[in-house]
């Protein structure tokens, strides 16, 4: 049986991540941009919902079981914000820059810097699939004023891990992929479709 999985997204980053990762199980991962899918909408303000979406959308599409990856930062202090709004906190079109100046600015009166990454991937067989797996991934660590490091992307700069003294931006890939919100998630997804779905 032929085992592909179509990945809900056109980000290369995470297409080399997956791929990585799913190779274990013999599955091949495909974007759903080379299938000429093109993106879906992301009205909700959740992580599941918006996954969810993601995931029915390629799914329908492309007639092949489908995964979807919907992730960000949420502070503490604001109540969990930017969440799904992460990629576009200072608003369209996306700048990581101008997202992080945001965020510290927001956070410059708080005494609470704490803050978490966290990754919901929902994998469907197909658009109606009535059991959707769920996989979520949270790392947590605070904010710092300044940037530190030039590896990673988005906060990653300025997202500070108290028990490394670093931030995840001075981490290497492979430190990053084991300690990682989607690093998580995606050894959680792996199993469950193993268990599930019999991969």
Request: overall charge negative; aromatic content about 8%; hydrophobic content about 35%.
């Amino acid at each position: 049986m032929e085992k592909t999985l179509v990945l809900a997204s056109n980000n290369k980053g995470k297409l080399r991540e997956f791929q990585a990762m799913f190779g274990e199980l013999g599955v091949e991962v495909i974007n759903q941009g080379a299938l000429g899918v093109g993106s879906c909408e992301e009205p909700f303000g959740t992580f599941l919902e918006n996954g969810l979406a993601k995931a029915r959308h390629a799914a329908r599409e492309t007639g092949r079981p489908a995964m979807a990856d919907d992730s960000g930062i949420c502070a503490d202090a604001l109540g969990g914000m930017p969440g799904v709004y992460s990629a576009r906190f200072a608003g369209e079109p996306c700048d990581d820059d101008a997202n992080n100046r945001l965020l510290v600015e927001k956070l410059r009166e708080k005494n609470d810097r704490r803050a978490h990454y966290t990754c919901v991937l929902v994998a469907v067989r197909t658009p109606e699939d009535p059991e959707p797996l769920v996989a979520v991934g949270r790392w947590f660590g605070e904010i710092q004023d300044e940037p530190a490091g030039t590896g990673g992307f988005g906060y990653d700069p300025y997202f500070r891990l108290p028990e490394f003294g670093k931030t995840a931006a001075e981490l290497t890939a492979e430190e990053k992929n084991g300690l990682s919100h989607r690093g998580q998630a995606l050894r959680r997804m792996i199993e469950m479709i193993r268990e599930s779905w019999g991969w």
